[in-house]
């Protein structure tokens, strides 16, 4: 993947299937000319399937990883801060290292207080069974299902 920053000085080349975009700066910004189209005669004329000038690029995010590289993960237990409840254990890639923010649900390795189970609709935040402290609201993190964590209401552990 190629990736184009556009910068308000200089010359800019973008070369790919022998077509070329190229920006000056200093005399197109003044005319208002924002891309300037340099084809080579071998090339006919038509829309490009790479880019057009008047899209802006931008780089597709990256799915989380999925199957047996997950397997590999580190499971750690998620808590209620609260009451001290397992509520699910969840595979984590790198441990208890860094803080957890958000969860997908495909990686939630058992459901030990029936967190998922017992939820109802999509818009209703999770809630602990025991104390009914609200520890996560649901959201869809690049096309995948997931629990976006409140601060301070979890804590991690690694049993």
Request: glycine letters at 6%; proline letters at 6%.
């Amino acid at each position: 993947m190629r990736v184009i920053c556009r910068n308000a000085i200089g010359l800019m080349l973008f070369l790919q299937d022998k077509r070329a975009w190229a920006s000056f700066a200093s005399r197109d910004l003044q005319a208002g000319v924002r891309h300037r189209r340099v084809v080579p005669s071998s090339v006919p004329f038509g829309p490009s399937p790479v880019a057009s000038p008047d899209r802006r690029c931008f780089a597709a995010a990256a799915k989380p990883k999925r199957g047996s590289v997950v397997d590999s993960y580190q499971t750690v237990s998620v808590n209620c801060a609260k009451c001290g409840e397992r509520l699910f254990r969840y595979k984590k890639k790198n441990g208890t290292k860094s803080n957890l923010v958000k969860c997908f649900v495909e990686r939630i390795s058992e459901d030990c207080a029936g967190v998922l189970r017992d939820h109802g609709t999509s818009a209703d935040p999770y809630s602990c069974p025991s104390c009914q402290t609200e520890f996560a609201r649901s959201a869809i993190i690049r096309g995948l299902p997931a629990l976006k964590l409140v601060g301070g209401k979890i804590r991690m552990t690694k049993k």
